[in-house]
């Protein structure tokens, strides 16, 4: 039996402030015009709540450039929806947090942007961070969980202990230091954003000391470049398998990039109703289960843990959505990924490698899995 | 690395929450969810900052009468040490 969508993507809309190299939103976006409304949103976070969805993830663009992001929250919480507000924090004020936080928010995600060439200006870009050490300061006063967010990437990963002590000070509950994945806008620049060997192995080694630093104050989740892995990441959970994404205008699309991928039909939540969409809509079902797998992952036991990996990132460097995950050392069009980590490595120093530890949390994690029956989480890393 | 002391009173931390229908009961937490069955369960329904660990082990101590007292305190301890570090639970 299908079992339910766990968690449910909110795009409520693409209007951002900033422009970000690594945006994950599609090249094309959706217009302030084409939203849904407020009525059809709460109808949705209603049925969420109907099919046993758990989380709801409101994000964009910013989500705070919605006006009715207060009665989206409320709606949601009606629902017994578990909300996580991901925003940039940019506009926040601390009466409209507080109002958010009334209306039931449960976890705000506040992250880190670097959307400047030089990556020095991380460190000096003095008028945002002021704005987010306050900010930081007022959602302490909230019984709310709190992470920060941080996008690393070549051009702040040689920072990226000061951007660590830098987001210490802000006393988050949790720490959520992502590599930029190569989707979107992030993967047309994807030269100027995959890191160097040498730079990922010492990230790598700046992570698990803080993770030992900070255990017990805050909780750090890393989630590594799929580039340098041997096998690929189980993208979204498995298509169709956990998460639903929808877009601003309201089609329901099994992964934020599945846009990309040619002959995908999506249906829309104006139309019909999310269970519906779940369980019948043809580009959820397209890569459910193995029927549709190639070789090597149709025979291999990995199949059930990675599903493949990413059906978006296939089609984006081979062309054809159904090819093994190009990151999987066993894809067959592997060498695409060695090519884009050898140009990365050109004229870098790459013959000696520190050993590095595996990342703590992956161990731990392994370790309360032991202790507590069906635990799930979102950050599946490749390993 | 801080371990419950006889005095904690444990509580779920800010934006984790009980979820779930009766028959699975999870707690929601920002990244995830856990389904808590038997003793786990047992465990945190009595996190509510008031319960003191001193009296969470008791009284599982006064249930599971088979085992060894002082191996059933340890074990609590490590289950909420654990969940304390994936800022879960408060203590």
Same mark, same amino acid.
């Given at each position: 039996?299908?079992?339910?969508?766990?968690?449910?993507?909110?795009?409520?809309?693409?209007?951002?402030?900033?422009?970000?190299?690594?945006?994950?939103?599609?090249?094309?976006?959706?217009?302030?015009?084409?939203?849904?409304?407020?009525?059809?949103?709460?109808?949705?976070?209603?049925?969420?709540?109907?099919?046993?969805?758990?989380?709801?993830?409101?994000?964009?663009?910013?989500?705070?450039?919605?006006? *009715?992001?207060?009665?989206?929250?409320?709606?949601?919480?009606?629902?017994?929806?578990?909300?996580?507000?991901?925003?940039?924090?940019?506009?926040?004020?601390?009466?409209?947090?507080?109002?958010?936080?009334?209306?039931?928010?449960?976890?705000?995600?506040?992250?880190?942007?670097?959307?400047?060439?030089?990556?020095?200006?991380?460190?000096?870009?003095?008028?945002?961070?002021?704005?987010?050490?306050?900010?930081?300061?007022?959602?302490?006063?909230?019984?709310?969980?709190?992470?920060?967010?941080?996008?690393?990437?070549?051009?702040?990963?040689?920072?990226?202990?000061?951007?660590?002590?830098?987001?210490?000070?802000?006393?988050?509950?949790?720490?959520?230091?992502?590599?930029?994945?190569?989707?979107?806008?992030?993967?047309?620049?994807?030269?100027?954003?995959?890191?160097?060997?040498?730079?990922?192995?010492?990230?790598?080694?700046?992570?698990?000391?803080?993770?030992?630093?900070?255990?017990?104050?805050?909780?750090?989740?890393?989630?590594?470049?799929?580039?340098?892995?041997?096998?690929?990441?189980?993208?979204?959970?498995?298509?169709?398998?956990?998460?639903?994404?929808?877009?601003?205008?309201?089609?329901?699309?099994?992964?934020?990039?599945?846009?990309?991928?040619?002959?995908?039909?999506? *249906?829309?939540?104006?139309?019909?109703?999310?269970?519906?969409?779940?369980?019948?809509?043809?580009?959820?079902?397209?890569?459910?289960?193995?029927?549709?797998?190639?070789?090597?992952?149709?025979?291999?036991?990995?199949?059930?843990? *990675?599903?493949?990996?990413?059906?978006?990132?296939?089609?984006?460097?081979?062309? *054809?959505?159904?090819?093994?995950?190009?990151?999987?050392?066993?894809?067959?069009?592997?060498?695409?990924?060695?090519?884009?980590?050898?140009?990365?490595?050109?004229?870098?120093?790459?013959?000696?490698?520190?050993?590095?530890?595996?990342?703590?949390?992956?161990?731990?994690?392994?370790?309360?899995?032991?202790?507590?029956?069906?635990?799930?989480?979102?950050?599946?890393?490749?390993? | 690395?801080?371990?419950?002391?006889?005095?904690?009173?444990?509580?779920?931390?800010?934006?984790?929450?009980?979820?779930?229908?009766?028959?699975?009961?999870?707690?929601?937490?920002?990244?995830? #969810?856990?389904?808590?069955?038997?003793?786990?369960?047992?465990?945190?329904?009595?996190?509510?900052?008031?319960?003191?660990?001193?009296?969470?082990? +008791?009284?599982?101590?006064?249930?599971?009468?088979?085992?060894?007292?002082?191996?059933?305190?340890?074990?609590? #301890?490590?289950?909420?040490? +654990?969940?304390? +570090?994936?800022?879960?639970?408060?203590?």
């Amino acid at each position: 039996m299908l079992p339910n969508p766990l968690a449910i993507i909110a795009e409520i809309t693409h209007r951002c402030p900033l422009h970000c190299v690594y945006c994950s939103n599609p090249l094309q976006m959706a217009g302030a015009n084409s939203e849904l409304s407020t009525e059809i949103w709460l109808q949705v976070f209603r049925e969420a709540g109907e099919l046993g969805v758990l989380h709801l993830h409101l994000t964009g663009g910013e989500p705070l450039a919605r006006a *009715d992001l207060g009665e989206l929250i409320a709606g949601a919480h009606s629902a017994n929806l578990y909300t996580n507000l991901i925003t940039s924090g940019i506009g926040l004020s601390e009466s409209r947090l507080a109002a958010l936080v009334d209306a039931g928010l449960d976890h705000i995600q506040l992250s880190f942007q670097d959307s400047r060439e030089d990556a020095a200006n991380w460190i000096a870009g003095a008028r945002a961070h002021a704005h987010k050490v306050e900010l930081a300061r007022a959602i302490r006063k909230h019984r709310v969980a709190f992470t920060v967010n941080l996008v690393v990437h070549r051009q702040n990963l040689d920072h990226l202990e000061q951007m660590i002590s830098f987001i210490e000070q802000l006393q988050p509950d949790r720490m959520e230091i992502a590599h930029a994945q190569y989707y979107g806008w992030a993967l047309q620049n994807r030269a100027a954003l995959i890191p160097t060997r040498e730079q990922l192995d010492k990230a790598l080694t700046i992570v698990a000391v803080a993770e030992t630093r900070l255990a017990g104050k805050i909780r750090i989740d890393s989630v590594v470049p799929d580039y340098y892995a041997r096998y690929p990441k189980a993208c979204m959970g498995g298509w169709g398998r956990r998460l639903m994404l929808i877009d601003p205008p309201g089609n329901a699309l099994p992964c934020h990039a599945a846009g990309v991928i040619p002959g995908l039909e999506f *249906d829309n939540v104006r139309d019909q109703s999310l269970g519906w969409i779940w369980r019948e809509s043809a580009a959820f079902r397209r890569f459910r289960g193995e029927e549709w797998m190639p070789e090597p992952c149709r025979s291999c036991e990995r199949r059930t843990e *990675d599903f493949g990996g990413c059906r978006c990132q296939a089609f984006l460097l081979t062309g *054809d959505a159904m090819a093994t995950d190009p990151a999987c050392s066993l894809a067959p069009a592997h060498r695409i990924v060695e090519a884009a980590v050898l140009e990365a490595n050109l004229g870098e120093r790459t013959s000696r490698k520190p050993e590095i530890p595996e990342p703590v949390s992956a161990s731990s994690l392994r370790q309360l899995q032991q202790q507590t029956a069906g635990f799930w989480s979102y950050r599946m890393n490749p390993e | 690395m801080p371990r419950p002391v006889d005095a904690s009173q444990p509580r779920l931390a800010a934006g984790c929450r009980w979820g779930g229908g009766d028959e699975g009961k999870m707690i929601l937490f920002p990244e995830g #969810a856990i389904r808590v069955q038997g003793t786990g369960r047992k465990i945190l329904e009595r996190c509510d900052g008031q319960n003191t660990f001193r009296e969470i082990v +008791q009284e599982l101590q006064a249930h599971y009468t088979a085992s060894e007292p002082a191996q059933i305190r340890d074990d609590v #301890a490590t289950f909420l040490e +654990q969940l304390q +570090q994936k800022r879960i639970v408060d203590f």
